[in-house]
Nanobody, 123 residues
Framework: QVQLVESGGGSVQAGGSLRLSCAAS????????LGWFRQFPGKEREGVAL????????VYRDSVKGRFTISQDAATNTLYLQMNSLKPEDSAMYSC????????????????WGQGTQVTVSS
């Protein structure tokens, strides 16, 4: 069983930065996919960034490439999302998720989810 707890959300002005953290408890080892997703009000959840372990291969949605960076600290079992040059359209509820095996953008593949942390970017 894996439990995920996000932190680091908040309010920031456009152009600012935030770093989201996702603390994982339980066993995450071997071939795993960890990801950050976001959800706008009334919309489906969408993938933002994925990292596939153990090789740490990363993939990003086009709208965040060059601005967001996903990383994982194996020693502390913590997943991060560094968000720079934030835009108002990045405002959403951000959640981390974990799945065994290969990374896919499909949310159904992810068995474990955090509760989410709100990010609000003002213009």
């Amino acid at each position: 069983q894996v439990q995920l707890v996000e932190s680091g959300g908040g309010s920031v002005q456009a152009g600012g930065s935030l770093r989201l953290s996702c603390a994982a408890s339980g066993s995450i080892s071997g071939h795993y996919c960890l990801g950050w997703f976001r959800q706008f009000p009334g919309k489906e959840r969408e993938g933002v960034a994925l990292i596939e372990l153990p090789r740490r291969t990363t993939v990003y949605r086009d709208s965040v490439k060059g601005r967001f960076t996903i990383s994982q600290d194996a020693a502390t079992n913590t997943l991060y999302l560094q968000m720079n040059s934030l835009k108002p359209e990045d405002s959403a509820m951000y959640s981390c998720a974990a799945a065994s095996g290969i990374c896919y953008w499909s949310t159904w593949k992810f068995a474990y989810w955090g509760q989410g942390t709100q990010v609000t970017v003002s213009s």
